[in-house]
T-cell receptor, first 114, second 113 residues
Framework: NAGVTQTPKFQVLKTGQSMTLQCAQDMNHEYMSWYRQDPGMGLRLIHY???????DQGEVPNGYNVSRSTTEDFPLRLLSAAPSQTSVYFC?????????????FGEGSRLTVL | AQSVTQLDSHVSVSEGTPVLLRCNYS??????LFWYVQHPNKGLQLLLK??????LVKGINGFEAEFKKSETSFHLTKPSAHMSDAAEYFC???????????FGAGTTVTVRA
């Protein structure tokens, strides 16, 4: 079972560059989300989607774009990378509303912006 | 508004001794509460969840947590720590249907041989 797959696992960018973090799930989950993890701050929600064609902002959306053209894929785009976006990014999915269901996480993408 | 506070940033225990990770929450409604575990360089995995059923919740790997509404707490315990329990643990709260969870800052558990 692949579950939630994130690529790349590691990436180094220069300030101002753009890139896309890929996320794919093979569990037919309707709900997908992106979080960033920073030391001492837990996980913070960036964007989420409740189905194909539907996305919404989370707690820290600035500087990031998302789209959901298929149920399986939920890419996260950094438009113009900044050092403040150095973080570990996690994609997560769920078959239910997140206040009752289990979130399934990818293994993370570690991004460094110089 | 919902929020969660993990009272210890780091807990160190000896193998075979009990583990206690403390979590207090703030919620305007009847909350759902979760504990997730993250092993080094891995994603998060659900340990257990409370969703308004039994107040004592049993999870995987021998962990359990008790929901105490009067104390707004959801502490995680395990009677006997194992070396494989060394990880970071997150308490998570959700009190609404808007798909937004609030994560605590995390507690790092170290297990001494």
């Amino acid at each position: 079972n692949a579950g939630v797959t994130q690529t790349p696992k590691f990436q180094v960018l220069k300030t101002g560059q753009s890139m896309t973090l890929q996320c794919a799930q093979d569990m037919n989950h309707e709900y997908m989300s992106w979080y960033r993890q920073d030391p001492g701050m837990g996980l913070r929600l960036i964007h989420y989607s409740v189905g194909a064609g539907i996305t919404d902002q989370g707690e820290v959306p600035n500087g990031y774009n998302v789209s959901r053209s298929t149920t399986e894929d939920f890419p996260l785009r950094l438009l113009s990378a900044a050092p403040s976006q150095t973080s570990v990014y996690f994609c997560a999915s769920s078959t239910k509303r997140t206040n009752t269901g289990e979130l399934f996480f990818g293994e993370g993408s570690r991004l460094t912006v110089l | 508004a919902q929020s969660v506070t993990q009272l210890d940033s780091h807990v160190s225990v000896s193998e075979g001794t009990p583990v206690l990770l403390r979590c207090n929450y703030s919620s305007s409604y009847s909350p759902s509460l979760f504990w997730y575990v993250q092993h080094p360089n891995k994603g998060l995995q659900l340990l257990l969840k409370y969703t308004s059923a039994a107040t004592l919740v049993k999870g995987i790997n021998g962990f359990e947590a008790e929901f105490k509404k009067s104390e707004t707490s959801f502490h995680l315990t395990k009677p006997s720590a194992h070396m494989s329990d060394a990880a970071e643990y997150f308490c998570v709260v959700s009190d609404s249907d808007d798909y937004k969870l609030s994560f605590g800052a995390g507690t790092t558990v170290t297990v001494r041989a």
